[in-house]
Nanobody
Framework: QVQLVESGGGLVQPGGSLRLSCAAS????????GGWYRQAPGKQRELVAR???????NYADSVKGRFTISRNNDKNTVYLQMNILKPEDTAVYYC????????????WGQGTQVTVSS
């Protein structure tokens, strides 16, 4: 079993920045892809950003150019740097570890709240 613990959420004004961290309880991101999802009230959970074991990244169109996903395998951690935040970025952000094979388990963090408001 692997635990994912997110941190770094909070309240920020529009145009501000936050960095989210997702720390795994053991080495996993050298095997699993790492991803950040978000869920706003009344909306479905959506993919925000994803990074493969090879370092390839992809982003939701709504965050391209503003958010950057990265990882540090030595620290078993995936990060999401969020810049130029907008009120529509307000959501609970979840970390995900995506297995390389479908028969392997995936993992989710408990979520961290990000609120963008003046």
């Amino acid at each position: 079993q692997v635990q994912l613990v997110e941190s770094g959420g909070g309240l920020v004004q529009p145009g501000g920045s936050l960095r989210l961290s997702c720390a795994a309880s053991r080495s996993i991101f050298n095997i699993y892809a790492g991803g950040w999802y978000r869920q706003a009230p009344g909306k479905q959970r959506e993919l925000v950003a994803r990074i493969t074991t090879g370092g390839s990244t992809n982003y939701a169109d709504s965050v391209k150019g503003r958010f950057t996903i990265s990882r540090n395998n030595d620290k078993n951690t995936v990060y999401l740097q969020m810049n130029i935040l907008k009120p529509e970025d307000t959501a609970v952000y979840y970390c995900n570890a995506e297995p390389p094979q479908v028969f392997m388990p995936g993992y989710w963090g408990q979520g961290t709240q990000v609120t963008v408001s003046s």
